[in-house]
């Protein structure tokens, strides 16, 4: 049985074409009588085509999208009322804001009100002095905090939590072998993912999406390298309050010679309670 | 010639008796096995989609007493069998493979007459929803990638719902507008 990463992921190929054609006959199979796989199938294309809106599929699903997924009218219709709903939601969100007084007729009132009535003195005290001395006392404070806050960014963390290090095998997706198992302590601060990878120096640099079983992203980090330590291993540190009992998959890819991303391996990992 | 075999009445009802004892069950079934097996051909790509799927009935249901005696089991399973039948013959009727698509064919400009009316629609079609289910529409698509995530972790929470049923009924709601455009882009057209 799959779990709902390896479900999701399988649906998600199934969608873009890129299903092996014994997968694909399989899941077709099944989804005539699963009514949740079904509805799973469903909430799984549209949010393909909101991703695909939203800029957030990776090079190879986005050119799958763009040949096989959009190549028949049901589905182009569905983008364009994907789009539809997206304008629809901004422009609403636009108006919720706009209601608290900031829509081009009501800045426009306001500039004029503020052309017809005299200034008011921006400081409220008569005595320029008191208030030159208070703007000198607000501006050291402001220096003061920032210089804390920057020294602070700068020095490792005092009392953090500790760092959980877990190593991840690829491609457990079409195998039979259990997902990796992962119990996070509560005083763990991030748990630094050690990815087993056959090849590592086929590219420079890489990057890695962790997602929920049901596609969400959870972070995504760019401009990786390969461990100097190993020559298959790969290291990315996750912090830990992110990590939720839930399915996840991390897609590792590669950035090659023209500076396309290639997928380059999936690891997946279970953590629970 | 060969003539065309033609859905009758009394054919559908046996295939319906098949499906299910209980004519409500039935048809329920019936309706259940159509809506997927067009999307099954939607998601191989082929333009002809319902009729591909009606062509599948047909042909079921034109074999059924053949059937019946021998075939055990659910009978959505010999459909999806008869289905890539059709599907295997579409290709092989399809002279011309598909030309590809172009990018301005998937990424309709959205100022186009047909976007602006499924547009109208849309928003007539939201005013109809429930006040509940317009409220969830418009909080569920808020937001970009991280917020986006961490929006619908807060309203599953405020629904008391797990965020996987939450996913299902907005999508469900969703479809119901897709619906509701369709068919109001129709009857505006008309």
């Known amino acids: 049985m799959k779990s709902n990463t390896q479900q999701y992921q399988s649906i998600r190929e199934y969608q873009l ?28 294309e549209d949010e393909l085509v909101d991703q695909y809106l939203a800029g957030q599929l ?55 009100a503020a052309r017809a009535l005299p200034q008011k003195r921006f400081w409220p005290w008569s005595n320029p002095v008191v208030s030159y001395s208070l703007i000198a006392a607000v501006v050291l404070v402001v220096t003061i905090t920032t210089v804390v806050i920057l020294r602070n960014l700068n020095s490792p963390p005092k009392g953090a939590g500790k760092v959980l290090v877990v190593e991840l095998t690829p491609g457990l997706s079409r195998s039979n072998q259990e997902t990796k198992q992962i119990i996070v302590p509560a005083d763990t601060s991030n748990v630094e993912l050690q990815l087993r990878v056959s090849n590592v120096a086929a590219y420079q640099t890489y990057r890695a999406i962790l997602q929920t079983a049901d596609g969400r992203e959870i972070s995504s980090q760019d ?11 790969m290291i990315c540190s996750v912090p830990a309050n992110l990590l ?30 | 010639m060969k003539r065309e075999w033609i859905l009758t009445k009394e054919s559908f009802d046996s295939l319906l008796a098949w499906l299910d004892a209980n004519p409500d ?24 989609s319902e009729d591909l799927a009606d062509k599948t009935i047909d042909r079921v249901a034109r074999r059924l007493n053949d059937i019946e005696a021998t075939f055990t089991g659910d009978p959505a399973r010999y459909f999806y069998g008869v289905a890539n039948k059709i599907h295997f013959e579409y290709l092989r009727r399809k002279r011309m493979p598909e030309p590809p698509v172009s990018v301005n064919d998937t990424d309709p400009d959205p100022d ?15 005013q109809q929803l429930s ?42 709601i969703r479809a119901s507008l897709l619906e509701c455009v369709r068919n109001c882009v129709q009857t505006t057209a008309e």
């Open chain 1, 17 to 44: 074409g890129q299903a092996a054609s014994e997968d694909a006959a399989r899941l077709e199979e099944q989804l005539l009588t699963d009514d949740e796989l079904y509805q799973e199938l469903l909430v799984v």
């Open chain 1, 244 to 273: 939720t009992p839930s399915d996840y998959s991390l897609k590792l890819s590669g950035i090659n010679q023209h500076g396309e991303y290639e997928d380059v391996a999936r690891f997946y990992f279970r953590v629970t309670n």
């Open chain 2, 25 to 48: 069950a039935a048809a329920r079934k019936y309706e259940q096995i159509r809506t997927r097996l067009i999307k099954i051909f939607v998601c191989r790509g082929c333009l002809e």
């Open chain 2, 112 to 126: 186009t007459d047909q976007c602006a009316r499924e547009y109208d629609c849309l928003e007539r079609c939201i």
């Open chain 2, 131 to 172: 006040p509940k289910n317009r409220e969830l529409v418009l909080e569920y698509y808020q937001e970009e990638r991280w917020a986006k995530i961490e929006h619908r972790k807060r309203l599953a929470d405020q629904l008391g719902i797990a965020l996987n049923a939450l996913r299902i009924r907005a999508c469900r």
């Open chain 1, 223 to 233: 401009g990786l390298h390969p461990d100097p330590a190993s020559n298959d291993r």
């Open chain 1, 58 to 112: 990776a090079d190879s699903e986005k050119e799958s999208f763009e040949t096989y997924f959009l190549a028949t009218p049901e589905r182009r219709e569905k983008l364009r009322f994907a789009r539809n709903l997206k304008k629809y939601v901004s422009g609403n969100k636009a108006g919720e804001n706009s209601s608290a007084g900031n829509t081009d007729f009501a800045s426009e009132s306001t500039a004029f």
